[in-house]
């Protein structure tokens, strides 16, 4: 069986790789810069502070405050807001939160275990936020409490040093998921700033780079102008009737901005049109030539799309044919000519005036429905939906040079590192490539599916809501029961990149098949990038390895039970695993279809890095 990737799943292979896909970053050579790591250990070790009162009081506060915005979110739930209410004790937690008593911490550590069950739901941003919150608050509230907490504290430290060591020696997912956790629990203790900031320094760069060359942004906006409309106009007291025809060109570019992508929308058009003037009793027939020209700016940052108010000029020159006097009278049409003559600069001066004015409305109206549109799909299909989920990233930065635009995404949690090393190069034809670090897979994996509980259907309903569509293998094959997943609490999909190949993870604590309950088991299966093939592939190296959560094949022996679930295990996920892993060609649409189908150029596995990259077609 093969697995592909195209125009219609691209989406998924950036975003959804948060629910279906995904290893650490290894040190970079950054990690060498002074002051060593052990030296700042060290001095946090000595300068140590004791956990205060307001400490502890300002976790309390965001407890408070996180508790505050779930309870708006249950109002606003009025089919399910009740239902969770009692299932999370929110009352009894908002009881122990009220007056000026001390909260009591095993009924804390009651609800936060309703919190942390695992049912698919309590992954989103409400409830996660509580659960971390209370989290925070019991780890404060016991430290300064805790006489003996400066000794573990140094022991704490002693530990991450030991895991930044091994991490050093040998790169693994788990390895960075604890130095992580690590880094997060110390920064809400109130300590070691100076050692935080240098580990997200060395262990934070973004981890998702996606460059798309100025051939293809601004292929949708270039286009032919030709329209036709009536005139309406007054000029000197003269009510002007007529048809105008414009023709012309509007053309997108690039700009140079670091903070933002910036896409300049210029128009270069003639009008030309054949009027008539009134002004008493006389007729007059004209002949107008308009050059017309507008520009407007656009740029683009982790809020939208934005448009400044478009710059026009307009410069007329007109030619009077004839002016008629209803009765004949020929001294009225020679006073006519005359005044007409005496006012030909300044009426064409106006009519110019009018019609930067009237091109001005027209673009700025055509912008304000292109963006109102973009960012109704930016909003509610991207940033709503990943906010949702914890999963808008920290980091989302646009920019532009004359040549491409870019964006530079950052995903990791305060308890979460990233990337360690810059991304490789992409092809030199690709006019549209993605950077694909594996901690921004495994971080969002972590958020979104750690000790969390999923079926089948909830999670492909999910899936299809965020990007429109459900991939042809993760649907559940006709007359199978759908699945449930019991996810691992840490790492439940890793995706560990080598060079030249990877490794995608799912780890499962339990499954569900039906009403059946089967024991953990870890499904993992290697790939290998195909250099050779004519179309960029993967190849699947082997059979699916499917064994329990810490088994040693070479030591112990399967259970009639592991043995059921292994295989139809297999049968199931030999289906998302697919032998091979193809990178299709992207068929643009819409206004952006006259580019053609972009032609995979590149699918490489580089360290931590998976690059993707088109090229344009090829032209006779």
Same mark, same amino acid.
């Given at each position: 069986?093969?697995?592909?990737?195209?125009?219609?799943?691209?989406?998924?292979?950036?975003? =959804?790789?948060?629910?279906?896909?995904?290893?650490?970053?290894?040190?970079?050579?950054?990690?060498?810069?002074?002051?060593? %790591?052990?030296?700042?250990? #060290?001095?946090?070790?000595?300068?140590?502070?004791?956990?205060?009162?307001?400490?502890? +009081?300002?976790?309390?506060?965001?407890?408070?405050?996180?508790?505050?915005?779930?309870?708006?979110?249950?109002?606003?739930?009025?089919?399910?807001?009740?239902?969770? *209410?009692?299932?999370?004790?929110?009352?009894?937690?908002?009881?122990?939160?009220?007056?000026?008593?001390?909260?009591?911490?095993?009924?804390?550590?009651?609800?936060?275990?309703?919190?942390?069950?695992?049912?698919?739901?309590?992954?989103?941003?409400?409830?996660?936020?509580?659960?971390?919150?209370?989290?925070?608050?019991?780890?404060?509230?016991?430290?300064?409490?805790?006489?003996?907490?400066?000794?573990?504290?140094?022991?704490?430290?002693?530990?991450?040093?030991?895991?930044?060591?091994?991490?050093?020696?040998?790169?693994?997912?788990?390895?960075?998921? =604890?130095?992580?956790?690590?880094?997060?629990?110390?920064?809400?203790?109130?300590?070691?700033?100076?050692?935080?900031?240098?580990?997200?320094?060395?262990?934070?760069?973004?981890?998702?780079?996606?460059?798309? #060359?100025?051939?293809?942004?601004?292929?949708?906006?270039?286009?032919?102008?030709?329209?036709?409309?009536?005139?309406?106009?007054?000029?000197?007291?003269?009510?002007?009737?007529?048809?105008?025809?414009?023709?012309?060109?509007?053309?997108?570019?690039?700009?140079?901005?670091?903070?933002?992508?910036?896409?300049?929308?210029?128009?270069?058009?003639?009008?030309?049109?054949?009027?008539?003037?009134?002004?008493?009793?006389?007729?007059?027939?004209?002949?107008?030539?308009?050059?017309?020209?507008?520009?407007a700016r656009l740029y683009v940052n982790d809020t939208g799309l934005h448009a400044l108010p478009t710059k026009a000029n307009a410069h007329t020159r007109t030619h009077t044919s004839a002016i008629r006097d209803r009765k004949g009278r020929r001294i009225v049409e020679r006073i006519a000519w005359r005044r007409a003559a005496e006012q030909k600069c300044l009426a064409e001066a106006i009519a110019a005036d009018h019609a930067e004015q009237r091109l001005r409305r027209r673009v700025d109206a055509e912008v304000a429905d292109a963006v109102a549109e973009a960012n109704e799909a930016f909003t509610g299909k991207f940033r709503d939906t990943l906010t949702e989920r914890g999963l808008f990233p920290a980091t989302l930065d646009f920019s532009s040079t004359t040549e491409a635009m870019r964006i530079d995404w950052l995903y990791a949690t305060d308890a979460q590192i990233a990337a360690a090393t810059e991304p490789p190069p992409l092809h030199s034809d690709a006019v549209l490539g993605i950077r694909?670090?594996?901690?921004?897979?495994?971080?969002?994996?972590?958020? +979104?599916?750690?000790?969390?509980?999923?079926?089948?259907?909830?999670?492909?309903?999910?899936?299809?809501?965020?990007?429109?569509?459900?991939?042809?293998?993760? *649907?559940?094959?006709?007359?199978?029961?759908?699945?449930?997943?019991?996810?691992?609490?840490?790492?439940?999909?890793?995706?560990?990149?080598? #060079?030249?190949?990877?490794?995608?993870?799912? *780890?499962?604590?339990?499954?569900?098949?039906?009403?059946?309950?089967?024991?953990?088991?870890?499904?993992? +299966?290697?790939?290998?990038?195909?250099?050779?093939?004519?179309?960029?592939?993967?190849?699947?190296?082997?059979?699916?390895?499917?064994?329990?959560?810490?088994?040693?094949?070479?030591?112990?022996?399967?259970?009639?039970?592991?043995?059921?679930?292994?295989?139809?295990?297999?049968?199931?996920?030999?289906?998302?695993?697919?032998?091979?892993?193809?990178?299709?060609?992207?068929? %643009?649409?819409?206004?952006?279809?006259?580019?053609?189908?972009?032609?995979?150029?590149?699918?490489?596995?580089?360290?931590?890095?998976?690059?993707?990259?088109?090229?344009?077609?090829?032209?006779?």
């Amino acid at each position: 069986m093969k697995a592909s990737i195209g125009s219609a799943s691209i989406a998924v292979t950036i975003c =959804a790789a948060t629910y279906f896909v995904v290893s650490p970053p290894p040190l970079a050579a950054a990690g060498d810069a002074t002051p060593p %790591m052990a030296a700042l250990i #060290d001095r946090a070790k000595s300068d140590f502070r004791t956990i205060s009162e307001e400490h502890v +009081a300002t976790a309390l506060r965001e407890l408070k405050e996180a508790v505050a915005r779930l309870d708006r979110r249950l109002e606003r739930d009025s089919e399910h807001g009740q239902a969770w *209410r009692e299932e999370l004790l929110v009352e009894q937690l908002q009881q122990q939160l009220t007056g000026p008593h001390t909260p009591d911490k095993q009924a804390l550590l009651k609800i936060h275990a309703r919190f942390n069950s695992g049912r698919y739901g309590l992954n989103l941003a409400p409830f996660a936020d509580v659960r971390r919150a209370l989290v925070d608050y019991l780890q404060l509230a016991d430290a300064h409490t805790d006489p003996g907490f400066a000794e573990t504290y140094r022991e704490y430290l002693d530990s991450l040093a030991a895991s930044l060591d091994r991490y050093r020696e040998e790169p693994t997912a788990a390895r960075a998921i =604890a130095i992580g956790t690590a880094v997060g629990a110390i920064e809400n203790l109130g300590q070691a700033p100076e050692l935080i900031r240098s580990i997200r320094d060395r262990f934070g760069r973004e981890n998702l780079h996606v460059f798309v #060359d100025d051939q293809v942004v601004t292929a949708g906006f270039d286009r032919p102008v030709d329209r036709t409309e009536p005139v309406r106009d007054v000029i000197l007291g003269t009510t002007i009737r007529g048809t105008g025809h414009t023709t012309g060109e509007t053309t997108g570019s690039l700009a140079n901005n670091e903070h933002h992508a910036v896409i300049d929308l210029t128009f270069l058009g003639v009008n030309r049109s054949d009027n008539r003037g009134f002004n008493g009793p006389v007729t007059i027939h004209s002949q107008g030539i308009t050059r017309l020209g507008a520009r407007a700016r656009l740029y683009v940052n982790d809020t939208g799309l934005h448009a400044l108010p478009t710059k026009a000029n307009a410069h007329t020159r007109t030619h009077t044919s004839a002016i008629r006097d209803r009765k004949g009278r020929r001294i009225v049409e020679r006073i006519a000519w005359r005044r007409a003559a005496e006012q030909k600069c300044l009426a064409e001066a106006i009519a110019a005036d009018h019609a930067e004015q009237r091109l001005r409305r027209r673009v700025d109206a055509e912008v304000a429905d292109a963006v109102a549109e973009a960012n109704e799909a930016f909003t509610g299909k991207f940033r709503d939906t990943l906010t949702e989920r914890g999963l808008f990233p920290a980091t989302l930065d646009f920019s532009s040079t004359t040549e491409a635009m870019r964006i530079d995404w950052l995903y990791a949690t305060d308890a979460q590192i990233a990337a360690a090393t810059e991304p490789p190069p992409l092809h030199s034809d690709a006019v549209l490539g993605i950077r694909l670090h594996e901690s921004v897979v495994n971080n969002m994996a972590q958020t +979104a599916l750690g000790g969390m509980t999923v079926h089948e259907p909830l999670l492909q309903a999910d899936i299809k809501r965020a990007f429109g569509r459900l991939p042809e293998r993760l *649907r559940t094959p006709p007359g199978e029961e759908p699945w449930g997943v019991g996810f691992a609490d840490r790492l439940p999909i890793e995706l560990d990149v080598a #060079d030249g190949q990877f490794t995608i993870t799912i *780890r499962g604590r339990r499954y569900h098949k039906g009403d059946q309950r089967h024991p953990g088991m870890n499904v993992w +299966a290697t790939y290998a990038i195909d250099t050779d093939s004519d179309a960029p592939r993967a190849v699947r190296q082997g059979d699916l390895n499917i064994f329990p959560p810490g088994f040693n094949p070479d030591t112990d022996r399967l259970s009639t039970r592991q043995q059921v679930i292994r295989t139809l295990l297999k049968k199931r996920f030999d289906g998302i695993f697919g032998e091979e892993i193809t990178i299709e060609p992207l068929k %643009m649409s819409g206004r952006w279809s006259k580019l053609g189908e972009l032609t995979p150029v590149q699918f490489e596995a580089n360290g931590d890095w998976l690059v993707l990259g088109w090229k344009l077609p090829e032209r006779e």
